[in-house]
């Protein structure tokens, strides 16, 4: 079966500090991932998706950037954080047909201060 | 654009009774996907149930059904005989057909079962 994990779970960061989050899928090649940021009390927003090892989208210009170096590997950066980069971060993966789901990671809760 | 909207942003129900969470979208696609998540304290995502646009048939999972109304654009979901673990964040998503395959997410009702 297909699991997803995310590291760190939780992260203080100071403003202005690098940032890199990783995303890896197992069970499964060559599925679509997806970082999206939760903000307090609110839905999910799409970030970044992805169909191939190094291909990026991004949704929403922002001081964030994504990168794919392995199939199964998803990475979130950032150069220096900001305050609004504080939030939720959820990796999704599917299996890449019009039909599938998209499957969650457990997230990982960024705190910038 | 889609939208989706949440209008219940906190719901109570006593346990072992039934509740059902609204939620509208809004799209001019006519083949999609929508789908309810259930964010427990954990904050994992977790896949409550999806339904087809194309299906007319409700879909159904163990005590979580859907009533999904195509032209009113409508796709509650009832939770029958709620458990203590029904406790959670529930999001209402929606997927056209676009290339990115993304969700696009309600802004979430949460739910507590009261013993």
């Known amino acids: 079966s297909q699991t997803i994990h995310q590291w760190p779970a939780t992260l203080v960061q100071p403003v202005g500090s690098p940032l890199s989050l990783e995303c890896t899928v197992e069970g499964t090649s060559n599925p679509n991932l997806y970082w999206y940021r939760q903000a307090a009390g609110r839905g999910l927003q799409l970030l970044f998706y992805?169909?191939?090892?190094?291909?990026i989208s991004s949704e929403v210009p922002q001081n964030l950037s994504a990168s794919r170096p392995q199939d199964r590997q998803f990475i979130l950066s950032s150069k220096k954080l900001l305050l609004s980069d504080s939030g939720f971060y959820l990796c999704?993966?599917?299996?890449?047909?019009?039909?599938?789901?998209?499957?969650f990671g457990p997230g990982t809760r960024l705190t910038v201060l | 654009a889609q939208t989706v909207t949440q209008s219940q942003p906190e719901m109570s129900v006593q346990e072992a009774e039934t509740v059902t969470l609204s939620c509208t979208y809004d799209?001019?696609?006519?083949?999609?996907?929508l789908f309810w998540y259930k964010q427990p304290p954990s904050r994992q995502m977790i896949l409550v149930i999806r339904?087809?646009?194309?299906?007319?048939q409700n879909a159904t999972e163990n005590r979580f059904s859907v009533n999904f109304q195509k032209a009113a654009k409508s796709f509650s979901l009832k939770i029958s005989d709620s458990q203590l673990g029904d406790t959670a964040m529930y999001f209402c998503?929606?997927?056209?057909?676009?290339?990115?395959?993304?969700?696009?997410f309600g802004t979430g009702t949460l739910l507590a079962v009261q013993p």
């Open positions: 998503a929606f997927r056209g057909g676009g290339a990115t395959n993304k969700l696009i």
């Open positions: 799209t001019s696609e006519s083949n999609y996907y």
């Open positions: 339904q087809e646009a194309y299906k007319q």
């Open positions: 992805s169909v191939g090892i190094g291909q």
């Open positions: 999704a993966w599917m299996a890449g047909g019009p039909g599938d789901t998209q499957y």
